[in-house]
């Protein structure tokens, strides 16, 4: 469960926003402080969901049908998401996983990889699993943080690999990443991209 989701006490309705889109959506996590945690462990492979505001209660539990109404989601054409974790409270990030131009979608899951090498990690509010998108259509930058407790090797690593950030203060603005061009259901994740992020090839 992500910093600001829908469960929990800091649930305000702009977890959905880009970063800057008002003066408290700001990096890293969108400005929201720790949150509940999750217990991962390396080598564990996490199968991402994203969530919009129609899915609620008994919906929150599966993905929307493929038959049935369609979800009203803001995917702003698709465009590049990366995954990754951070073990100082978001001062920096490792890659992990990269999907493009489908993603986000509420409608698929989205495997991600813990790295078999990432180390321990149970300091509050500093280990984080960490999703950030760069839309389509749009010049806006997103990022949504879960606080988690990685199970790993002692004297473990993650990847030197870092994220991309645009669209914030500091960084390079007006960017907007190749995208599938809908803001309705896309076609899912691409079985290649899966499998990269599945050997975990970051470093």
Not at 64 to 84: A, K, L, Y
Not at 165 to 181: C, E, F, Q, Y
């Amino acid at each position: 469960m992500p910093r600001g989701g829908i469960s929990t006490k800091q649930y305000d309705g702009k977890i959905l926003g880009p970063i800057s889109s008002a003066a408290d959506k700001t990096m890293p996590c969108n400005g929201y402080t720790t949150g509940p945690v999750t217990t991962m462990k390396a080598g564990q492979v996490i199968n991402v969901r994203f969530w919009v505001s129609e899915l609620r209660g008994d919906r929150l539990k599966t993905l929307p049908p493929i038959n049935g109404d369609e979800v009203r989601q803001g995917r702003h054409g698709g465009g590049s998401c990366e995954f990754s974790l951070s073990t100082d409270g978001g001062k920096t990030f490792h890659l992990i996983g990269k999907y493009t131009k489908t993603c986000p979608d509420v409608y698929a899951e989205w495997p991600v990889k813990i790295p078999d090498s990432a180390p321990n990690c149970d300091t509050p509010g500093q280990c984080l699993f960490v999703w950030s998108w760069i839309a389509g259509n749009v010049p806006q930058f997103y990022q949504n943080c879960a606080d988690i407790k990685l199970i790993g090797k002692e004297g473990g690593t993650l990847p030197k690999t870092g994220i991309t950030i645009v669209n914030v203060p500091g960084k390079k603005k007006g960017v907007k990443a190749k995208g599938d061009g809908t803001n309705s259901r896309s076609k899912g994740p691409n079985k290649a991209e899966v499998e990269v992020n599945l050997k975990g090839v970051w470093n």
